[in-house]
């Protein structure tokens, strides 16, 4: 069984950066969809960001309205593990954050998530 790892969070001010981690335990194939969700308190668990991989060796990445322009996601398949870069931060960026994977081929809703981290809580500071 696949386990993710997220780590990474802290507190951050407005306009700040911050590298979430998410390491995988177990075996974590190329051919993965690899993603990102935030929750906030009272809000429902969202998308952020996704990696997929089109070809050999080419991957699309996709993101939420709310982060384009600001995230970017990483992977880096012979360590198992996936990134997200969080740039030009904002309160409403206060979440905790959940690494995602799956063998599907989308990762856009919770309900296509295989496996789920544990969260790693990112606060900004305004």
């Known amino acids: 069984q696949v386990q993710l790892v997220e780590s990474g969070g802290g507190l951050v001010k407005a306009g700040g950066s911050l590298r979430l981690s998410c390491a995988a335990s177990g075996r974590i194939f190329s051919s993965y969809t690899m993603g990102w969700f935030r929750q906030a308190p009272g809000k429902e668990r969202e998308f952020v960001a996704l990696?997929?991989?089109?070809?050999?060796?080419?991957?699309?990445?996709d993101y939420a309205d709310s982060v384009k322009g600001r995230f970017t996601i990483s992977r880096d398949n012979a360590n198992n593990t996936v990134y997200l870069h969080l740039n030009s931060l904002k309160a409403e960026d206060t979440a905790v954050y959940y690494c995602a994977a799956t063998a599907a081929l989308d990762l856009r809703t919770p309900s296509g998530v295989n496996y789920w981290g544990q969260g790693t809580q990112v606060t900004v500071s305004s």
């Open positions: 990696t997929r991989r089109i070809s050999t060796d080419i991957y699309y990445a």
